[in-house]
């Protein structure tokens, strides 16, 4: 009988340890995951990009979605709701994912190849109330003033585009405004600082077989015939680089007074700065065009890549940014500063893997972290511990 009590009663200290282990751990996860209040975590996982099809390697399923709104900077814009992201790093190169809905998307083709010999492409096109005239790809330096909205109709319109913008730094305090045009010769962030914007073209930086409309009166190629044009055709951009196989988001930089292309030398969309110090094309970057939606992956090393600063993020592990977002829909009439835009929100670089999560057909996914191995452990202990006592209770 002692013997009985005796082990019972150890068997309870069992279960109060067990449970409290497990209360514990558990508190312990919810604290390390809300370690940042950053609205988007960056988790690290194992696993590398496939850029053929964004979106489809195994660690994304494991990662929860940060749905940012977004909302029209000027009239006519505004036409993308919100965006959804996912962030990821695997300790060399972190991974952005990116999808939202689009009334009909857009791979038609920009108007950059035009200036080096090729078709017109789609440009934005500017109906002059004044003159009676429309203007093609009106300069910045009156978008913001006199332009307000772009010529569209069922056969005419553009790509579609989506942007990232890390903030740079150079305004006390958080950044109040993004991806907005400042000063009048075009900068994107008015009161002042610095920002790198990664900026992925549908027409234009995206390598696919995708068959796509290069100029009224054409017949549809597809889009690779002329993405190669990137490839070391230092005619075109003004420098010797590999182009990436899939795609490329442009490197841009941006303060309160212009826009600049990062790495390239030919002007094809913006000045050039570090030209031949950096490689124009660290932000690689995959597509899936569907019926009523993108998804677009973006990847890019972790660091600085060589020659970038000071015009490229340096993204450190631990370290937390601000970022933006734009979406462009080409056949609702936006381009260029009319858009669909996020305020700033904050990133987290996570040394943590992702949480795991239970998807419904798939179970538990993603990897237990120590502290959900820990729970579960302590929980089991004490369901055993809960089978014993209940064992000793009834031979009493």
């Known amino acids: 009988m002692y013997m009985r009590i005796r082990t019972a009663a150890s068997v309870f200290l069992i279960l109060i340890f067990s449970v409290s282990v497990g209360v514990y751990a558990t508190v312990n996860q919810l604290a390390v995951s809300a370690q940042s209040s950053a609205a988007i975590t960056a988790y690290k996982v194992t696993g590398n990009a496939n850029l053929a099809a964004p979106g489809s390697e195994g660690f994304w399923q494991s990662i929860p979605w940060t749905t940012i709104p977004l909302s029209a900077n000027v009239p006519n814009g505004g036409h993308t709701p919100a965006i959804d992201i996912k962030a990821a790093w695997n300790g060399s190169e972190v991974f952005v994912l990116l999808t939202w809905n689009a009334t009909k998307p857009s791979n038609r083709m920009s108007s950059v190849f035009s200036l080096g010999g090729g078709p017109f492409g789609f440009p934005p096109i500017w109906p002059n109330s004044s003159s009676g005239s429309f203007v093609v790809a009106p300069p910045r330096n009156v978008e913001e003033n006199v332009v307000k909205q772009y010529y569209v109709n069922s056969t005419y ?20 405004d993004c991806m907005v045009v400042g000063q009048s010769n075009g900068g994107a962030l008015q009161y002042g600082g610095a920002a790198n914007i990664w900026d992925f073209m549908t027409g234009a930086t995206w390598n696919t077989t995708t068959l796509f409309l290069p100029q009224i009166g054409a017949k549809e190629v597809p889009l690779s015939d002329f993405y190669s044009w990137w490839n070391r055709n230092v005619t075109f951009t003004g420098v010797d680089y590999t182009a990436p196989p899939h795609g490329f988001a442009l490197n841009l930089y941006t303060n309160a007074t212009d826009l600049y292309e990062v790495g390239l030398g030919t002007g094809l969309f913006y000045n050039d700065v570090d030209t031949n110090r950096t490689n124009p094309y660290v932000v690689q970057a995959g597509a899936q065009m569907g019926s009523g939606s993108w998804t677009v992956e973006m990847v890019r090393q972790v660091g600085e890549p060589q020659g970038g600063a000071p015009y490229l993020v340096n993204i450190t592990p631990g370290n937390t940014y601000d970022v933006a977002f734009a979406v462009w829909q080409g056949y609702l009439g936006e381009n260029a500063f009319i858009k669909s835009i996020s305020t700033f929100q904050t990133l987290y670089i996570s040394n943590e893997a992702p949480p795991s999560v239970v998807q419904p057909g798939q179970g538990l996914v993603g990897p237990l972290t120590p502290a959900e191995f820990v729970a579960v452990l302590g929980f089991v202990v004490s369901v055993v511990a809960l089978i014993v006592i209940g064992v000793l209770v009834r031979r009493r």
């Open 157 to 176: 319109y553009s790509q579609d585009r989506v942007a990232m913008m890390w903030y740079l730094g150079g305004q006390t305090g958080t950044p109040d």
